[in-house]
């Protein structure tokens, strides 16, 4: 009777595992993150096809002005913050926390330049005459491009936070045991690492819009 009923476990566990059952073991947070993710490319999606439409209604040459050289260097700056971001979990696994908490403070430094660099070019546009409340495609870049940043900047505040408990869990023996072995923490590096990448191609995604429409 009992090798019948392990018989029947050994089947059930042979069956696939469904998509709801998939959906039931991702962690609360990280389902939050997805849903967020899809609702903010809905909003990235609608406002560059408004840009689209707007400025092929306008009838405008295109390559009047020049889009701004700083767009372009921030757009290294970010792929390579994406990079480094990237080792962060690897680091994590290896109990690295004072090469982690560096590679945390990198990735926030670029981030850093690349809000820098993004506000010197909202200033080249300025300087050739494109301003905000002007051309309604010029206001579209400005829009995207902030609303684009301002993500950013939320991102960034996850980051400062998760750097700042990983120094303070660096300078203790006993907390560094704690914060390797939390799966909180393991979690939340998981969180800002596909942010992170997200803001990285929502951004190349952009940027090769305003190459093509600016």
């Known amino acids: ?82 990079y480094v971001i990237s080792q962060a979990r690897r680091l994590y696994d290896q109990d690295d926390l004072a090469t982690l908490r560096r590679c945390l403070g990198a990735t926030l430094l670029l981030s850093s330049i690349f809000a820098g660099l ?33 993500h950013l900047l939320g991102g960034m505040l996850f980051l400062l936070t998760l750097l700042l408990r990983t120094h303070y869990a660096e300078r203790d023996a006993v907390r560094s045991l704690v914060f390797i072995r939390n799966p909180y923490r393991r979690l939340q590096l998981r969180i800002i690492t596909i942010y992170w990448h997200f803001i990285d191609g929502l951004w190349i995604a952009l940027f090769a819009a305003f190459l093509f429409l600016y």
Request: zero cysteines; proline letters at 5%.
């Open 1 to 82: 009777m009992s090798s019948d009923h392990d018989r029947s476990k050994k089947v059930g566990s042979n069956r696939p595992i469904s998509s709801l059952q998939r959906m039931e073991r991702v962690p609360p947070m990280l389902m939050l993150l997805y849903v967020g993710l899809v609702g903010t490319t809905v909003l990235f999606a609608v406002l560059v096809g408004a840009y689209v439409f707007t400025r092929l209604r306008s009838g405008l040459p295109g390559n009047v002005y020049p889009l701004p050289r700083f767009f372009s260097l921030s757009t290294i700056v970010l792929l390579i913050s994406s």
């Open 118 to 150: 993004q506000v010197l070019g909202w200033r080249e546009l300025m300087a050739q005459g494109v301003f905000f409340d002007g051309m309604a495609s010029g206001t579209f870049v400005y829009l995207i491009s902030a609303l684009h940043v301002a």
